[in-house]
Nanobody
Framework: QVQLVESGGGLVQAGGSLRLSCVAS????????MGWFRQSAGKEREFVAAIRWTEGSTYYADSVKGRFIISRENAKNTVYLQMNSLKPEDTAVYYC????????????????????WGQGTQVTVSS
């Protein structure tokens, strides 16, 4: 099975930056869609960003577009989430997810399309 491990979370001031990393192990191939989701206190898990294995197309939630950048380094089986201009409302536990059997028509924003999830990493943004 594939295991995902996130890292890079922490406490930052508003306007600061963090880079989250998610390393996948247990599978050689990297032909899977990767997504980042987050969940804050009292709210449901929400989509943040995703990247397809095909052509590396990226997708972002409106709330983070222009501030966050998702990328991947296939040789290391790692996906990154560069978070800039952080706001207090970005405070949440961030989860990495992998769709191990992606299709070209798969909706990357749907959490139900992902097969495995990391343990999460806490991001706290102070005002």
């Amino acid at each position: 099975q594939v295991q995902l491990v996130e890292s890079g979370g922490g406490l930052v001031q508003a306007g600061g930056s963090l880079r989250l990393s998610c390393v996948a192990s247990g599978r050689t191939a990297s032909r899977y869609n990767m997504g980042w989701f987050r969940q804050s206190a009292g709210k449901e898990r929400e989509f943040v960003a995703a990247i397809r294995w095909t052509e590396g197309s990226t997708y972002y939630a409106d709330s983070v577009k222009g501030r966050f950048i998702i990328s991947r380094e296939n040789a290391k089986n790692t996906v990154y989430l560069q978070m800039n201009s952080l706001k207090p409302e970005d405070t949440a536990v961030y989860y990495c997810a992998a769709d191990l059997n992606p299709r070209s028509f798969t909706t990357v924003q749907a959490a139900g399309n992902y097969d495995t999830w990391g343990q999460g990493t806490q991001v706290t943004v102070s005002s």
